[in-house]
């Protein structure tokens, strides 16, 4: 995805000095609007594949019910209380899922590598010479794919949760699905920024690949993608919680769910909002004192 | 290529040693991963700390369960000899196999495999072990480790024949995998570019990773039977786990004599379908 052969972003059409002059006499919401209408166009051209892959992103989440339906039989043997963690089964399996829309949310596949390889490569320049800003830009070119993303995969996502309604215990509150939705909206924002912030990393480091790695490791874990975070034991819980991590799965999941509700629902969302400004800044920042020690040659 | 693996004047029909072939490309691998040492270092350093977040999560697990589905026999230390299990079988494949499938996709979308083509040996031998990764192997040793550990907190020994039989069950295991992996690649021929397929291949051994006890009901026993039989997925690890990590008595004989047949048919189905894709491709370079 995002790869440089293919020009995914289509530059060509904005640039020179003839798209300058045009641009200059649209104002600055038609270059937005350009630029939206292209990535949008560029990201259709795959959906086959799309579908086909957010259906098979469920594939593992088969075996998960399955582990975890064996797993609440033998709890339920053995203590006479089928729960983990507060979860029973047919939550744990909903959990399961609603991580999955979070994750269609939060997940930025190839940002932050794309950030590092266009400063490496050198073609991060063109930035630092049109009158485009790259990490509008990026947004804009991650909003297109994600709304591509959920008119393709709003198929096989609303085929998945039919099949498994049964885990579900009916819709939450209007006020509860309204927080979740924030949440959600929020868990785009934070993992956009989180993740421009550290492709930003590579103005210091070129090679940022086993950092990206051990974020990837860690956001894999402590997200609540593998697991509900409430099943960490004492100082594991308390540390996992104070990273903005579980913002991008555990969190809107459990929201749903109606595991976090009254004070600590909004506290909770206030403090992703927090994170949410805090990597605005970051990246805003990284991006400033990264392009202060940038320098490009040649064409 | 080696002086002896060219086809010398006058001779028709050479007969490489596959063995020495096999060699130098371990060898030549070798050299290429200890010249970027550190990125070899880096590599290891990763896999093995994804394992250990892995067995971080089971660990987890077992904090709330005794076993893995009621009176399965899976408790924590059967389990992780279970994931012992699964460690070697994939870093055996992701050592020997797992690169060289991705470069065969490759190979044919690019028209590359010509070359494979014109080289005076079997051309399934030379795609599926022209390069090996061995920083993959780490994970092996992490594997073994881990075994030792688990029985050595088990309440019992395995006997002799389990433990003669239990590295012939994970050849089995490797054979299988490989059979699926290189015939899965070998349709990129007829799909030309099967990227998605093979993603389809991490989703899919999933199925392997967790006792197949735990497929039960409406759904989860045709599936069990569906990943036994026809796509013996399932087999792959839990039949050599279960050699190891069960008592002598508990073992299901028929299912470890159905496994040598099924490692041998998948290896013979690969071969054919491996043979077929090679006859319908079409050199897509000039």
């Not at chain 1, 590598?113 to 010479?129: C, D, H, M, P, Y």
């Not at chain 2, 039989?165 to 030309?192: D, E, Q, R």
């Not at chain 2, 409406?218 to 026809?230: A, D, E, K, N």
């Not at chain 2, 069960?246 to 071969?271: D, H, K, M, N, Y």
Request: some cysteine; hydrophobic content about 50%; aromatic content about 18%.
């Amino acid at each position: 995805m995002g790869n440089a052969q293919t020009n995914p972003y289509g530059s060509a059409n904005l640039s020179g000095a003839a798209g300058h002059a045009i641009l200059r006499r649209r104002g600055p919401l038609v270059i937005w609007w350009t630029i939206l209408r292209i990535s949008l166009e560029e990201r259709l051209v795959y959906r086959g594949d799309f579908a086909l892959g957010t259906l098979m992103r469920f594939l593992p989440l088969v075996t998960q019910v399955f582990l975890w339906g064996a797993i609440f039989d033998a709890v339920g043997a053995a203590t006479g209380q089928p729960t983990v963690a507060g979860y029973h089964y047919g939550e744990m399996v909903a959990y399961y899922l609603l991580t999955q829309i979070s994750r269609a949310f939060s997940s930025m596949p190839g940002l932050a590598s794309g950030i590092a390889l266009q400063i490496r490569n050198g073609e991060i320049k063109k930035f630092l010479v049109q009158p485009v800003d790259l990490v509008g830009f990026l947004l804009l070119g991650r909003i297109a794919h994600k709304l591509v993303y959920y008119v393709v995969a709003v198929g096989p996502f609303a085929l998945v949760f039919f099949l498994c309604r049964g885990f579900f215990s009916g819709w939450p509150e209007p006020t509860i699905l309204l927080a979740c939705i924030a949440s959600l909206v929020m868990s785009f924002l934070l993992g956009f920024f989180l993740e421009a912030t550290l492709g930003m990393l590579g103005f210091w480091f070129l090679e940022v690949s086993s950092l990206l790695f051990v974020y990837m490791l860690f956001s894999f874990f402590f997200s609540g993608h593998m697991f509900p975070i409430d099943m960490l034991p004492g100082v594991w819980a308390t540390l996992v919680r104070s990273t903005p991590l579980q913002y991008l799965a555990y969190f809107p999941a459990a929201v749903f769910l109606g595991k976090i509700q009254g004070a600590d629902l909004v506290w909770g969302l206030s403090v992703q909002l927090g994170w949410v400004l805090f990597f605005i800044v970051a990246s805003r920042v990284t991006f400033y004192l990264g392009v202060k020690r940038y320098s490009g040659f040649g064409g | 290529m080696h002086d002896k693996l060219q086809p010398r004047a006058g001779v028709q029909r050479v007969h490489p040693s596959y063995l020495r072939v096999f060699l130098t490309f371990a060898r030549n691998s070798l050299v290429r991963d200890m010249t970027f040492r550190s990125n070899f270092i880096i590599e290891c350093v990763s896999s093995l700390s994804w394992m250990a977040m892995n067995l971080g999560y089971y660990l987890l697990i077992f904090q709330f369960t005794p076993t893995i589905g009621q009176d399965s026999g899976w408790g924590k230390y059967e389990f992780f000899a279970f994931l012992a299990t699964t460690l070697f079988v994939n870093s055996l494949v992701q050592a020997f196999f797992m690169p060289n499938a991705e470069e065969f996709s490759e190979l044919i979308r690019t028209g590359g495999l010509d070359f494979a083509l014109l080289k005076p040996i079997d051309t399934q031998f030379l795609v599926s072990l022209q390069k090996i990764d061995w920083s993959s192997l780490s994970n092996f040793l992490f594997a073994a480790g881990l075994l030792a550990f688990s029985l050595f907190n088990l309440t019992y020994w395995p006997t002799l024949v389990q433990i003669v039989l239990y590295p012939l069950y994970l050849a089995c295991g490797v054979a299988i995998l490989y059979s699926l992996m290189i015939a899965l690649a070998a349709t990129s021929v007829w799909l030309g570019r099967n990227q998605t397929l093979y993603e389809f291949w991490f989703y899919i051994t999933n199925f392997s990773r967790y006792p197949m006890d735990i497929y039960q009901g409406t759904i989860g026993t045709p599936l069990r039977w569906f990943f036994t039989f026809i796509i013996p997925l399932l087999i792959v690890v839990n039949v050599p786990a279960q050699l190891m990590a069960q008592p002598l008595e508990t073992q299901s004989w028929p299912l470890a004599i159905f496994t040598l047949f099924a490692a041998v048919g998948c290896l013979w189905g690969s071969r054919v379908i491996f043979s077929r894709a090679m006859l319908s491709y079409r050199s897509a370079s000039s």
